[in-house]
């Protein structure tokens, strides 16, 4: 990805500089400054776009453990701790005698 912001700033510099561009040398001096910002600003932009890449890359991951999580559940009911069953009475009142 720099390597194209890189080239696209060398193309937008070769078409400015065009024919006839005699006796601009002192404008050169301050167009690199110029430039300069211009690469400061296309590093921010392209340090911005990265981490709302990485922001989206990492919500489509969570979303996608969710989903499977669902479907899991779905098709094999949830996966929460059964409760222990119930024993019948060995004694006491209220049992049959023998």
Do not use: C
């Amino acid at each position: 990805m720099k390597s194209m912001a890189f080239a696209a700033v060398v193309v937008q510099l070769m078409t400015a500089g065009g024919a006839g561009a005699q006796g601009e040398r002192a404008t050169e001096r301050q167009e690199a400054g110029d430039v300069g910002k211009e690469l400061s600003s296309l590093k921010n932009e392209l340090s911005s776009l990265s981490a709302e890449f990485n922001a989206a890359k990492e919500r489509r991951r969570l979303e996608a453990e969710r989903k499977k999580r669902e479907e899991e559940e779905w098709h094999h009911g949830p996966k929460a701790p059964t409760a222990p069953r119930a024993t019948p009475p060995t004694g006491g009142a209220g049992t049959p005698a023998r």
